[in-house]
């Protein structure tokens, strides 16, 4: 796993569609979402794989900050939901 994680930068194809993809959920999280939680969520997750596409930007020697990156943006992504869920079950009761 710590391989996976602290692997080498892909390169510049993959962080254009990464940086693609969180583009579309800040923008989405911005303009198109009501529901507060939605937003969180939606927000979250725009910042998490623009944090992928930047990681991937970086030269290819550098495995440390792409490393810290992704565990950053799984910490945030599992906030995010963590956050989402106790919204749905306070509103269950």
Do not use: H, N
Request: glycine residues 16%; proline residues 3%; contains cysteine.
């Amino acid at each position: 796993m710590r391989e996976q994680i602290f692997k080498e930068p892909g390169g510049e194809r993959g962080a254009r569609l990464l940086l693609l993809i969180g583009c579309y959920f800040l923008v989405e999280s911005v303009f198109f979402r009501e529901g507060t939680s939605d937003r969180l969520v939606y927000l979250a997750f725009g910042i998490v794989v623009l944090g992928l596409g930047v990681a991937d930007l970086l030269p290819r020697d550098r495995t440390g900050l792409p490393g810290s990156m992704r565990i950053g943006g799984g910490t945030l992504i599992v906030l995010a939901v963590g956050v989402q869920a106790a919204q749905l079950v306070g509103l269950a009761d």
